[in-house]
T-cell receptor
Framework: DVKVTQSSRYLVKRTGEKVFLECVQD?????MFWYRQDPGLGLRLIYF???????EKGDIPEGYSVSREKKERFSLILESASTNQTSMYLC?????????????FGPGTRLTVL | LAKTTQPISMDSYEGQEVNITCSHN???????ITWYQQFPSQGPRFIIQ?????VTNEVASLFIPADRKSSTLSLPRVSLSDTAVYYC??????????????WGLGTSLAVNP
């Protein structure tokens, strides 16, 4: 069974803090993703990575950065958290096969920025 | 701009067949259609994926007409535990270029006793 784990289920931070969200997958997947999910807006892609040290911006990268130093780990960084970044953050991974959109999601981190 | 449209909500009763349709008029030749299920406080879970015609697995069927501009997820004989949000995803993920993944906003399915 593929397992995608996220470092925290719930997180409360203050405006201006630097926030790290960690994601680890155990299936040697090439691709990893960070999404945020907000009511009425569905899933929106923040960043993705298709290899170690490789990353690409998704649809809403502003205010975020990412790091992928090892294949199994993909980190999302909020350099200076703001209240509009309060959201559910979801990490996902998928193998590198062309056309395969089967993504394996973690349980999510609900981040509240005060 | 590519768009994936699905109904916001649906209601059903236990034992009925439920069909959820997704509209994707601008689907590209290389795009696949994928459906996910999400329960509260969990990440989405893959249900089924297809390219054309019909695909069936142990939990659902996916019907895709010849023009591929829409698709229908069919859940046979739903139970209360099928109450969830269902997402349609259209795209083809190729690392480095031609990345396109277009998510629908989700259909909230309520199954009543």
């Amino acid at each position: 069974d593929v397992k995608v784990t996220q470092s925290s289920r719930y997180l409360v931070k203050r405006t201006g803090e630097k926030v790290f969200l960690e994601c680890v997958q155990d299936m040697d997947h090439e691709n990893m993703f960070w999404y945020r999910q907000d009511p009425g807006l569905g899933l929106r892609l923040i960043y993705f990575s298709y290899d170690v040290k490789m990353k690409e911006k998704g649809d809403i990268p502003e205010g975020y950065s990412v790091s992928r130093e090892k294949k199994e780990r993909f980190s999302l960084i909020l350099e200076s958290a703001s209240t509009n970044q309060t959201s559910m953050y979801l990490c996902a991974s998928t193998p590198g096969q062309r056309g395969n959109n089967e993504q394996f999601f973690g349980p999510g981190t609900r981040l509240t920025v005060l | 701009l590519a768009k994936t449209t699905q109904p916001i909500s649906m209601d059903s009763y236990e034992g009925q067949e439920v069909n959820i349709t997704c509209s994707h008029n601008n689907i590209a030749t290389n795009d696949y259609i994928t459906w996910y299920q999400q329960f509260p406080s969990q990440g989405p879970r893959f249900i089924i994926q297809g390219y054309k015609t019909k695909v069936t697995n142990e939990v659902a069927s996916l019907f895709i007409p010849a023009d591929r501009k829409s698709s229908t997820l069919s859940l046979p004989r739903v139970s209360l535990s099928d109450t969830a949000v269902y997402y349609c995803l259209v795209g083809a993920f190729n690392a480095g270029n031609n990345r396109k993944l277009i998510w629908g906003l989700g259909t909230s399915l309520a199954v009543n006793p």
